[in-house]
């Protein structure tokens, strides 16, 4: 796996690559969480392709001067298990050390027991923390 920065031309690959791994929602437009990365930090924002050059792999990466924070880490199910996955993590890591971050975060949805264990085996652990959020602007 190649990783590289977002591409405009991936939109529509990386979109489906969502779908097809159940991240993503109704009342979040995926286009509208694209356009929002690019205009902030862009570089952060890795795709992971294969040697045809074909996205199945995504990570967006935010860091706000405290924490960094992953979402959409993404990997073609047809691509699993192969270690695509803590590659990009790995990626995103070095990005956000470089940038003097001390802690990634991450979120998981309840009721996924393989992908709270997939991310333990990377060293991540559940804090004692509740999130909390607050819709600012509706996607339609």
Same mark, same amino acid.
């Given at each position: ?7 405009? /031309? ?9 779908? #097809?791994? $159940? ?24 795709? $992971?392709?294969?040697?045809?050059? #074909? ?11 405290? #924490?960094?924070?992953?979402? =959409? ?5 047809? @691509? ?5 996955? #803590?590659?990009?993590? @790995? ?8 940038? $003097? ?12 027991? /393989?992908?709270?264990?997939? =991310? ?5 652990? @559940?804090? @004692? ?8 602007? /509706?996607?339609?």
């Amino acid at each position: 796996m190649q990783i590289r920065t977002f591409r405009p /031309e991936d939109q529509a690959a990386v979109i489906e690559l969502w779908q #097809r791994c $159940g991240l993503a929602r109704p009342w979040n437009n995926p286009a509208l969480d694209i356009e929002r990365k690019r205009s902030e930090d862009p570089a952060l924002f890795l795709i $992971g392709t294969d040697e045809n050059g #074909r996205v199945m792999a995504s990570a967006m990466v935010g860091f706000d001067g405290h #924490r960094g924070w992953l979402y =959409y880490l993404a990997v073609d199910p047809d @691509e699993r298990r192969r270690g695509h996955g #803590r590659v990009l993590m @790995e990626q995103a890591e070095r990005l956000l050390i470089e940038r $003097g971050c001390p802690k990634i975060m991450l979120m998981v949805r309840r009721g996924q027991p /393989e992908l709270e264990a997939y =991310y333990e085996s990377m060293g991540f652990e @559940e804090n @004692e923390v509740v999130t909390m959020g607050k819709r600012l602007i /509706e996607d339609d």
